[in-house]
């Protein structure tokens, strides 16, 4: 094919040449930034949280009439026996968070000593006791669980300092690369320091973009929270959790009504909690990706447009051609290099385009930088794009008949 | 002869029936990406209180010093106890209150109906009319209630018509964890977003509040705050040991009318903080900032980046559309250079050529609107997908937002079109007519 006699002939509409190669290099900008947006969210979402969603419920329960710290202790534990007798309950425990919720999360710095001036990192701190492993199905890499005899009782405003503590192993990583974390130190906060008894092998933070720079670095404290609001995890058993989800709030009121539990946000299935959690995110995917459909679909028609003008204005032109010799593939071939080249321009420029998009992504919106990969296959999409477009109406021409090349327009 | 146009136009434009559609389509699909992000971003960007946000003015102290391992401008968001306390004494501004969020449950007097859960804000006597705030029923309390640390309370009105069925409820009484309050107003529609006195605990764009009670009466009640609480170290023991701790809960909002008042609210600001360090409690020199409400918005980032992005996706999205849109115009238009010849031969100027292609252009914009209104109101409904439901919520079609559509479509197009009909007006009659 040669190209010469193309370039020589765009030179006639240059206009319109400009044009498709701008519209080409824009979608390329937009399309892969947007697809870089897409597949970072979608990792975001695919993480998983290291426990069992399938079988969890998580109530939240908040006392009426403000029953004084004293009595707390009572009240939690008379409700976690009432859960437990609930069919179809396997395991329960009391918390103060639990992973991906968006309501509550306490976060402390995690220190190797207790003068150390800067926290070594973040951690998310869930209160746990000796059910808390095996109702969120947490396995344990090394060491042992908490023992009843551990777990104390905490008063929202005290100062968290306790003696043993399990940490995930993300988090027995960032302390203690390539070493044993079982039987080491940390500090939380500015407390005394807990010696590790456990690591589990995955338990994500709370929700909240604050929380993605330490996203699995999770510590469990042997404490039972005494406060106004108490949150419920239970496991269920298989294929019971709808029962338990309508069973455990009547059987908890049932025992004792001077509480509150919210009609809408009050019991939850895990997979409420991730949905709540990811709400954003997934949102955001679908919009970028539903923008990068729309967009490839309008070039794609500006291009159809474009270049059907060309072969309905070119027409006797082709007649002449196909009456000199030229075959029906030499004029597809025509059409489909002359797209070729123009995309070729639009991709160079789309590439330059993609890459100062990004960089203003990055100063102004904390973007990460677009990897090479998406640049590549956004060209890639956009040349096969332009030659799909481009087929339909270089069918139309190549079947110009040489008789064209006699009659007049 | 702008009848004639018209008609000549719509001829035009039915004539090619395809390309038509595809402008038309590529109009209304851009119109409609950038109009939906738009409409979220007004949603979320726009001003809560217009007509006095310049004199609504919020503090910040730094309480944790430099060794707190943080920027320099880094402030703390919310106060301590210790600070605000100090501010609402030294009474510097004409107006101000301290404000955190607070959750009881509620208990109904007939023993038949279940306790729930309500959230609000305690607050000072100066937050209702410092924030403009409407009553529907009464009105706030009085600053001699906060120093009587009265067992008052002001409800929403949503909450007015589940306990007392919306009727004139001022005077009457409410049991909230076992303490009754005797309600001294009752909100009118009151909800403004983003709800710029409690940005710093998430709560930019959450369901209204449930009610107010006296700042005082919260703390007497030893109520712990309901939203975020940021402590540099564990507080000491005790409701005491956290009041006094650098823990910053507590948010503060001044009034101040004229730049002299907030001039001299930034001075005794200053004094203040100096004062502390000449006492010993803050070890380093006065490090404060007085924020204006627009300005503590930006400062905490209310507006969520992901609106952002996406309007500006959604504007190269636009533009995209719009050289498109030249394209296919250009296309449609040389197609036609044999008419416009014969029309330049017979005596029509640059200028009517000139008009005539703008008017088609016009009548596709239209056209490309009208269908673009149909899919911003699809894609205002799908944002719920996007957002979460409470920003989602703040997004609706109104009518400012059909005019504004409609505008930008015939105004692209008609941008779109200045080159295809300049060229079309360049058209030599001589040699159209000769080819031809």
Redesign the interface.
């Given at each position: 094919m040669q190209i010469k006699p193309i370039l020589a002939s765009l030179r006639w509409h240059k206009a319109g040449t400009v044009l498709i190669a701008l519209q080409i290099a824009l979608t390329l900008a937009v399309v892969c930034n947007a697809l870089f947006i897409v597949q970072q969210r979608v990792v975001r979402l695919l993480r998983p949280s290291g426990v069992e969603e399938s079988s969890l419920l998580v109530i939240q329960n908040q006392w009426a009439g403000k029953p004084a710290t004293p009595q707390l202790p009572a009240l939690l534990a008379a409700d976690l026996d009432t859960l437990r007798h609930v069919p179809g309950v396997a395991d329960v425990y009391s918390s103060n968070s639990y992973p991906l919720s968006s309501t509550s999360g306490w976060s402390m710095g995690v220190r190797y000593t207790r003068d150390q001036k800067t926290p070594t990192t973040p951690s998310a701190i869930y209160f746990a006791d000796q059910h808390a492993l095996s109702t969120m199905g947490l396995k344990l890499l090394a060491g042992r669980n908490f023992r009843a005899d551990e777990i104390a009782d905490l008063d929202g405003r005290a100062t968290l300092a306790p003696s043993v503590v399990m940490v995930t192993w993300a988090l027995a990583e960032k302390l203690f690369p390539n070493d044993q974390a079982v039987g080491k130190r940390l500090c939380i906060g500015n407390a005394g320091p807990s010696t590790i008894i456990g690591v589990v092998e995955r338990m994500q933070t709370f929700s909240g973009s604050f929380a993605d720079a330490w996203v699995e670095r999770s510590t469990l404290v042997p404490y039972r929270l005494l406060s106004g609001i108490s949150i419920y995890v239970i496991r269920t058993r298989p294929g019971q959790l709808n029962e338990v989800m309508r069973a455990a709030p009547a059987a908890l009121f049932a025992a004792n009504r001077l509480r509150s539990i919210d009609a809408k946000t009050g019991v939850q299935t895990f997979a409420e909690i991730r949905a709540t959690a990811y709400k954003t995110d997934s949102g955001v995917a679908i919009l970028m990706a539903v923008i990068c459909v729309l967009l490839l679909a309008v070039t794609a028609a500006g291009i159809i447009g474009l270049t059907s003008f060309w072969v309905s204005q070119r027409r006797r032109q082709i007649g002449v051609r196909r009456a000199l010799g030229a075959t029906r593939s030499d004029i597809l071939n025509y059409f489909l290099t002359e797209n070729l080249l123009i995309s070729l321009g639009g991709v160079i420029l789309g590439t330059l385009l993609a890459i100062g998009l990004n960089a203003v992504m990055i100063s102004q919106f904390e973007m990460a930088r677009l990897s090479f990969g998406y640049v590549v296959i956004g060209v890639l999409a956009l040349l096969l794009l332009g030659q799909a477009a481009v087929l339909a109406p270089a069918l139309r021409a190549s079947r110009v008949s040489p008789v064209e090349a006699t009659r007049s327009v | 002869m702008l009848i004639y146009y018209i008609e000549l136009a719509l001829r035009s434009l039915t004539r090619s029936r395809?390309?038509t559609a595809?402008m038309v389509?590529?109009i209304g699909?851009?119109v409609a990406?950038s109009m939906t992000t738009f409409a979220v971003f007004r949603a979320v960007s726009g001003n809560p209180l217009p007509e006095k946000s310049a004199q609504l003015f919020t503090p910040q102290i730094d309480n944790l010093g430099p060794?707190s391992?943080k920027a320099k401008d880094d402030l703390p968001d919310a106060l301590t106890y210790t600070d605000a306390m100090a501010l609402m004494q030294a009474h510097q501004a004409s107006r101000q209150t301290a404000i955190y969020p607070v959750?009881?449950?509620?208990?109904p007097d007939e023993v038949t109906r279940?306790?729930?859960?309500v959230n609000g804000y305690a607050a000072y006597a100066d937050f209702f009319p410092m924030f403009n705030v409407p009553f529907r029923y009464g009105g706030g309390w009085s600053n001699v209630d906060d120093t009587r640390r009265a067992n008052v309370i002001v409800i929403s009105a949503l909450l007015n018509k589940k306990l007392f069925d919306g009727s004139n409820s001022v005077g009457r009484t409410l049991n909230l964890?076992?303490h009754v309050y005797r309600v001294s107003g009752v909100l009118g529609d009151w909800n403004p977003q983003p709800r710029f006195y409690d940005v710093n605990n998430g709560n930019g764009f959450t369901e209204a509040p449930q009610f107010f009670l006296p700042f005082t009466r919260a703390v007497d009640?030893q109520t712990?705050t309901a939203g975020g609480n940021n402590c540099p170290?564990?507080?000491p023991?005790?409701?005491e040991?956290?009041l006094h701790s650098p823990c910053v809960w507590v948010s503060f909002w001044t009034e101040l009318p004229d730049t002299a008042a907030q001039q001299r609210y930034r001075q005794f600001l200053t004094g203040y903080a100096s004062e502390q360090q000449r006492i010993g409690r803050f070890n380093w020199p006065a490090n404060v900032r007085l924020h204006d409400l627009m300005q503590w918005l930006d400062h905490e980032h209310v507006v969520?980046?992901?609106t952002?992005?996406?309007l500006?996706?959604?504007a190269?999205?636009m533009?995209?559309?719009l050289?498109?849109t030249?394209?296919?115009l250009?296309?449609?238009i040389?197609?036609r250079s044999g008419e416009i010849g014969v029309r330049r031969a017979l005596g029509a100027s640059r200028g009517e050529i000139y008009g005539q292609f703008m008017i088609e252009a016009a009548l596709v914009g239209v056209a490309g609107g009208v269908l673009g209104l149909l899919l911003t109101a699809l894609g205002v409904v799908g944002v719920g997908?996007?957002?979460?439901p409470d920003i989602a919520r703040l997004a609706a079609v109104n009518a400012s937002l059909v005019g504004l559509t409609l505008l930008v479509a015939v105004v692209a197009t008609v941008v779109a079109a200045f080159?295809p009909a300049w060229?079309a007006a360049h058209v030599q009659p001589a040699w159209q007519l000769k080819c031809?």
């Open positions: - | 395809g390309l595809l389509l590529s699909f851009g990406a060794q391992g959750g009881y449950t509620m208990i279940m306790p729930f859960g964890d076992g009640l712990d170290a564990p507080p023991p005790g409701w040991g956290w969520p980046p992901e952002r992005v996406s500006l996706v959604a190269s999205f533009l995209v559309c050289v498109n030249i394209g296919l250009l296309a449609k040389m197609r997908l996007v957002f979460a080159y060229r031809n």
